[in-house]
């Protein structure tokens, strides 16, 4: 069986002066539910219909250091299967790791850097985690 690497966007991370406003625009405008961490956009996952699957959306301050050491406005993450498999793999092919998995009760992560000097995201999901969360919280809405 081939592994593989990139799975789809796990999401989509930017920079702005103001992240609330800009949150809040896109609530009044194109009815974009957010908190806190922004926007999660629920998907039902391939083969597997049965089974969802989550897309961040976040703004963040201007001055985030989250991105470093990246110098660009944005990020973006990439959904995985089998993430410690891909590190490996990546380390022999010489791509830069700027630091060690790490993992939360969600996912492990792990951040890389692209030939023009991109910060990646690399997310493992544990998608049921959110499942149950949006599920217990009745007040929060998923945006389909």
């Known amino acids: 069986m081939i592994k593989k690497r990139v799975t ?7 920079k702005t002066k103001e992240p ?26 391939w ?27 944005f990020m973006v993450n990439y959904r995985v299967q089998d993430l410690e498999w891909l590190v490996g793999e990546l380390r022999k092919e010489g791509v830069t790791i700027c630091d060690e998995i790490v993992t939360y009760d969600y996912g492990k992560f792990v951040h890389i850097m692209d030939l023009d000097g991109n910060k990646i995201e690399l997310w493992e999901p544990v998608d049921a985690v959110f499942d149950k969360y949006y599920e217990a919280a009745p007040d929060k809405q998923v945006n389909y």
Request: proline share 7%.
């Open 47 to 73: 083969p597997d219909k049965e089974k969802s699957g989550y897309l961040q959306w976040s703004p963040f301050p201007d001055d985030t250091t989250y991105f470093e050491p990246s110098e660009k406005e």
């Open 20 to 45: 609330g406003k800009l949150k809040d625009w896109y609530h009044k405008h194109l009815g974009i539910q957010t908190d806190e961490h922004g926007a999660a956009f629920k998907f039902r996952q």
């Open 8 to 14: 789809g966007v796990g999401g989509v991370f930017f």
